[in-house]
């Protein structure tokens, strides 16, 4: 999702785009080879094995083996090809439960994160430690930059390893068709922030070309919305006219996670696209697509 967004800005940069069916980087040997055949200046690390809340809880070893391996074999071989800086995404999810927020990263270290995606969390946090490491030890540019969730075009809509938005479309969508209800976890009313993909991928060239800092950086839009709300906006969008049944005996995830973007905006002045006008974007590339977008078809 976030790849493909780059396809839509204005740059003087050449783009290779790569993918889990060019190369498989839980492979060392893999990884090798995708920076031989095309010898990047520089990296935008988006590659991870990603999901929602019930993946997550699902599939805790799987999640921290192949993040920890995918990130491990991409910083190693970029300092052994001598690539001249790699920007790594992390997540919200690196911060403590129990953190003071809004969300700094000075607190990323600060104590376990939320036991729902504990193992994804720790892997990401290992991303930024081996970030640093190899920039103190090798001299490596190696940056990391933190979203909060992301949604838009070509997003994974697989409906148990996806995450809040894609899955919610696909469900009302569905449901529309079939002329039924929608069964959405938790209680709704959960606080989210939410960036569309395109936004993102504006944020991150901004930080290949200018931030070389060893701090990670909140990059998100600070917006906060209930799920509630955007189950609500989503049923306007693609039709859904059926009830929407919350299951409270099912986790709803932390109540909030507000991120602090204000070092980023600082420095860039970035406006994000409005959520509405993302959200819109985003429902109707699906039903055009539909069924043939990924985690569907």
Known sequence: MVGTAFKSIKSDHEFVYVGSSDYDLRAIAACEQMFLDHAPSAVIHLAAKVGGVKANT?????????NILINTNVLETAKKFRVEKVVSLLSTCVYPNN?????????????PPHPSNYAYAHAKRMLDVQSRAYRDQHGCNFI????????GENDNFHLENSH??????????????????????????PLREFT????????????????????PV?????????IKEVAEKIATRVGFTGEIIWKTDLPSGQQRKP??????????????????????????????NYPNVRGVS
Not at 58 to 66: H, I, N, V
Not at 166 to 189: C, F, H, N
């Open 259 to 288: 991120s602090d973007n204000s070092k980023f905006l600082e420095q860039f002045a970035m406006k994000y696209t409005q959520f509405d006008e993302a959200l819109t974007n985003a429902c109707e590339w699906f039903i055009i």
């Open 58 to 66: 699902d599939y805790l070893g799987d999640f921290f083996l192949e």
């Open 196 to 215: 569309y993909a395109k936004d993102l991928a504006r944020a991150i060239l901004l930080l290949v070309e200018e931030y070389n800092d060893r701090v």
């Open 218 to 226: 909140n990059i998100g839009n600070t917006v906060e919305i209930s």
């Open 99 to 111: 953190v003071n927020y809004p969300l700094t990263v000075d607190q990323i270290h600060n104590g």
């Open 164 to 189: 809040v938005i894609p899955a919610i479309i696909r469900k009302m969508y569905e449901a529309m068709l079939a002329q039924s209800d929608v069964v959405l976890w938790g209680d709704g009313t």
């Open 144 to 151: 990391t930059a933190i979203p909060n969730n992301l949604f």
